[in-house]
């Protein structure tokens, strides 16, 4: 299946789950942050650049939609995608152990890092700390759920094709030479 | 490290690119940079209205629809249905609508005398949702074609609520004064200390910048103080809960109990200007009512408040009675005494027209007249 086009059916789909489904699902004033799917998408299956383009644009997104500072989730969607693109290199993003880890990993990271951006903008930082194990390590691990299951779903139809990794190079040496010529050439 | 010249091809053969997110971080530093220093106005504002004005009513349709489903899960289907079960259900889902209409019809009403306490101009709105986390905000179905502008007061029944934040034509961001980028003028009603009010990550409220000099009690009842004129005098928030001194020694730090818990209010007043400049001396059969609603919200702390208030409530009756009745009085003595004047002069000024008279009458010039009229005149 064509990638940008199940790229943009993810980014669509998880906007409008964002704008509706979220505040609707919210548990003890903790709701999912379902634009970070896009964005561990595009950073494990396109790369640093693509995945930043994405990570920024969502986080964006998600700034302009709540009220907080304009930014703050812009910037650490844009790091999640960077470790996430250059960490996508050497791991085999095809298992699911793999992607368990990295949607755990990344939305604990940009929750966190989302609260301690929101405390450096704000004048007060009351409560801040009991605030970031109150509010967002739960959000995470709420929002962790989700992108794990869309993840694998999307796994199912992304499949090996265009996957950036040693363990899928590996597969496709044999049966898709002439797309990796570079690779081959080393191998050999 | 391999791969990071720019536009370099990665281990597959594709172009890195890496070089494109550390640009966009440099962008996103500078965005909250600027958001910070323009405190969210201009383009941002402009920008987050458009994007509210598309995502709220998705998430009209999406609550709308998620509605049904919930009262599905609530409600009791068994298999078998008899006529009369039915007919109880219907009559149980009728009853519970009845009440909820007589709680809401309550609180209005409450909410109506709360503003004629205070004698607020005023408009209702509902809470269509909240938010809770890192930032405590509510959405509340007036906008600008209601007439609700940014930086107006809301309450709720109970007390004060927040400060609307931004606006769209039918809705308004109100944000809640337990937000920890919320402050409002605030005092401690017994001792009249000042002080300013913050809300905090946590949803706790904490009162700052209260002289150490004054004294301040467990349990005291905390106004707002009408300072800054974002919201009137006198406006209940909450009692206090522990003193502590802050580092540099000179102020207490509060920590205040909200009078009713903010974040599940449902109800609330927008405040679209005063009518009276701040009026402080309050109705106490109206604020006996206001009182007896809290109660059903908080029942502790009704009796704390309800004293407090009314002692506040009737020693500021007193005084403005007192001060009422020597206004009349020196009203009446200036009015005596102008009535007084004003015989004297007439009598002295018949009496000077008459030896004016006389003296033009014997008098070849006008002179002496002249004179009589001058000092008719004086």
């Known amino acids: 299946m064509n990638k940008p086009l199940i790229y943009l059916i993810v980014f669509v789909l998880c906007f409008l789950l964002q704008a509706g489904l979220s505040p609707a699902i919210a548990i003890a004033g903790c709701a999912p942050n379902f634009l970070i799917i896009p964005v561990l998408l595009v950073a494990l299956r396109s790369g640093v650049g693509a995945g930043g383009v994405s990570g920024f644009f969502c986080g964006l997104l998600y700034d302009l939609m709540g009220n907080g500072t304009i930014g703050c989730m812009a910037l650490v969607l844009t790091i999640t995608a960077l470790a996430v693109g250059f960490l996508a290199r050497g791991i085999d993003i095809t298992s699911p152990v793999t992607v368990i880890i990295v949607a755990l990993v990344s939305s604990v990271f940009s929750e966190v890092g989302y609260g301690i951006a929101v405390m450096l903008t704000s004048a007060d930082a009351v409560g801040g700390m009991g605030a970031i194990f109150a509010h967002s390590l739960p959000t995470s691990l709420y929002s962790a759920v989700f992108a794990i299951a869309a993840l694998l779903v999307c796994g199912l139809f992304l499949g090996y094709e265009g996957a950036a990794t040693g363990a899928e190079l590996g597969k496709q040496i044999g049966g898709r030479a002439t797309k990796m010529p570079r690779m081959k050439s080393r191998l050999k | 490290m391999p791969g990071l010249s720019f536009g370099s091809q990665s281990q597959n053969g594709r172009p890195s690119f890496w070089w494109i997110p550390i640009v966009l971080i440099v962008i996103s530093v500078m965005l909250i940079t600027l958001c910070v220093r323009l405190e969210g106005g201009g383009p941002f504002a402009v920008a987050r209205g458009v994007v509210h004005t598309v995502t709220k009513p998705i998430e009209s ?29 219907q009559l149980r889902t009728l009853v519970a609508e009845l009440e909820e209409y007589r709680q809401q019809d309550q609180r209005l009403t409450t909410m109506s005398q709360f503003s004629d306490i205070y004698g607020l101009e005023s408009i209702s709105g509902e809470v269509l949702s909240t938010s809770s986390g890192w930032d405590r905000t509510a959405t509340v179905n007036r906008g600008s074609a209601d007439g609700v502008r940014v930086g107006m007061g809301v309450m709720s029944s109970c007390g004060l609520y927040g400060m609307v934040e931004s606006v769209t034509s039918n809705t308004c961001v109100v944000r809640l004064i337990n937000d920890a980028n919320a402050s409002v003028s605030a005092m401690v009603q017994n001792s009249r200390a000042h002080g300013i009010m913050h809300g905090a990550y946590d949803g706790t409220l904490t009162l700052e910048y209260v002289p ?121 003595k200036a009015a005596e ?21 006389s003296q033009s009458n014997n008098s070849d010039a006008g002179n002496s007249g002249s004179e009589g009229g001058r000092t008719n005149n004086e």
């Open chain 2, 61 to 89: 349709v999406c609550s709308a629809i998620s509605a049904p489903f919930h009262s599905i899960g609530k409600s009791s289907n068994s298999a078998e249905v008899a006529k009369l079960e039915q007919e109880n259900r």
């Open chain 2, 212 to 332: 150490i000099e004054k004294a301040v009690g467990e349990g005291d009842v905390v106004i707002t103080s009408g300072s800054g004129g974002s919201y009137p005098r006198g406006i209940l928030i909450g009692t206090v809960r522990t003193i502590e001194t802050d580092s540099s020694k000179l102020y207490h730090r509060i920590t205040v109990d909200p009078i009713y818990s903010i974040d599940s209010c449902e109800e609330v007043l927008i405040l679209t200007g005063a009518q009276s400049e701040t009026s402080t001396v309050l109705d106490e059969s109206l604020l006996q009512t206001v009182i007896n609603s809290a109660n059903t919200v908080r029942p502790g702390t009704v009796g704390v408040i309800a004293t407090a208030l009314l002692n506040g409530t009737t020693s500021r009756s007193k005084q403005a009675a007192e001060a009422e009745r020597a206004r009349q009085e020196a009203e009446k």
């Open chain 2, 337 to 357: 005494e102008a009535a007084a004047k004003a015989r004297s002069n007439q009598g002295s000024s018949s009496a000077s027209n008459n030896s004016g008279e």
